[in-house]
């Protein structure tokens, strides 16, 4: 955090050392002291204490409660005020705002104290929240822009069906681009609200038994007007029975997604691949393809809400589908990976465990 003139915060109502504490302290060590007195006197009969060494130690403790105050004052405020007053106005700018705040801790190198510790960790809490308004501004000008396509196809097919002089030819054109458009606008809002409520844990992943490999069969076979469309080699290598406790329809949408982004990017008379292997433990299940494959740069934010690797096919989706698999995957104890080469082809593997919700 830049250097600023130093500004005080009104809320700021109490000092550590007061009068009080003053008084305090002289009260304490001239008892302390008469104590002292009362101890000596017991032990030396006959002496009278003259009144003016009583004012002598009144004034002589009246100065060290002044300096133990002021020092301890001073170490306060230098350890601990200073160093909260300057984390109060780096809160106080995100309060406002700011994500670009970076509060400096006090020691540097090995030696560290808990101050310092709350310094780093007030640190990455602001570097994650500017990370998640960039998301989230990233997030609403994704869905403002794939809103906008299909609106404007809609649209304008609209006011061209309007024209008298169609033919009928014409007119069932636009009226199937019409119903695509509203398809794939349907669509997407189906993927937003569903992606909205994983992430807010709306859908809360009710765990029970029951045959992954009879679910991951239902939906290939599903698939399989598409794979034939496009002539493509479509292999199985899963067992017979696989019991796993999870919730069946959050898996669902993992392996809908993974197969058809595998046909989709797999050209006529491809392969794709998927394989189901576990042990006591775990269940891991594969989906590979010999499609276009993904760039290193890709693979860094191919789960990332709207994403789209591959722009020439950015029409056949709307960069949902792995970024609500992810998210689904998380909520079933899961997790995916991804590994790819341009050109050769991508295989997505998840893993799951067995027991997860049991």
């Given at each position: 955090m830049k250097n600023k003139k130093r500004v005080t915060d009104r809320r700021v109502t109490i000092s550590h050392i007061s009068w009080k504490a003053f008084i305090a302290t002289f009260v304490v060590l001239c008892l302390l002291s008469a104590l002292q007195a009362v101890l000596f006197s017991s032990l030396m009969y006959g002496i009278n204490v003259p009144i003016q060494y009583v004012i002598f130690m009144m004034l002589y403790w009246a100065v060290i409660s002044f300096l133990f105050c002021f020092i301890t004052k001073h170490q306060i405020s230098n350890k601990y005020d200073e160093p909260m007053r300057r984390l109060s106005e780096a809160a106080g700018q995100v309060a406002d705002g700011d994500f670009s705040v970076w509060a400096e801790p006090i020691h540097k190198g090995d030696k560290k104290d808990y101050l310092d510790a709350m310094f780093e960790?007030?640190?990455?809490?602001?570097?994650?929240?500017?990370?998640?308004?960039?998301?989230?501004?990233?997030?609403?000008?994704?869905?403002?822009?794939?809103?906008?396509?299909?609106?404007?196809?809609?649209?304008?097919?609209?006011?061209?069906?309007?024209?008298?002089?169609?033919?009928?030819?014409?007119?069932?054109?636009?009226?199937d681009t019409l119903v695509l458009a509203s398809q794939k606008l349907s669509v997407l809002v189906a993927n937003i609200l569903k992606l909205n409520k994983l992430e807010s844990q709306e859908i809360v992943a009710g765990a029970e038994p029951y045959d992954l490999c009879r679910q991951l069969c239902d939906c290939a076979l599903s698939f399989e007007p598409i794979w034939e469309e496009k002539n493509i080699n479509f292999g199985v290598e899963i067992k017979e029975q696989a019991i796993i406790h999870a919730d069946e329809s959050l898996l669902e949408i993992v392996w809908n997604n993974l197969i058809s982004n595998a046909l989709k990017f797999t050209d006529p008379n491809g392969t794709v691949m998927l394989k189901q292997y576990s042990d006591n433990d775990t269940v891991t299940v594969s989906v590979s393809d010999t499609g276009c494959g993904i760039s290193d740069e890709a693979i860094e934010r191919i789960f990332d809400k709207f994403y789209q690797g591959d722009t020439s096919r950015s029409q056949e989706g709307n960069g949902l589908g792995l970024a609500l698999s992810l998210r689904a995957a998380q909520l079933s104890d899961g997790t995916i990976s991804v590994m790819s080469s341009l050109g050769t082809g991508t295989t997505f593997t998840v893993c799951l465990n067995r027991k997860f919700g049991n």
């Open positions: 960790d007030f640190n990455k809490m602001v570097a994650q929240l500017g990370k998640i308004e960039t998301l989230q501004n990233d997030f609403i000008a994704s869905v403002s822009h794939e809103f906008k396509t299909p609106l404007a196809i809609i649209q304008s097919y609209t006011l061209m069906l309007q024209k008298d002089d169609l033919s009928p030819e014409e007119r069932k054109e636009y009226s």
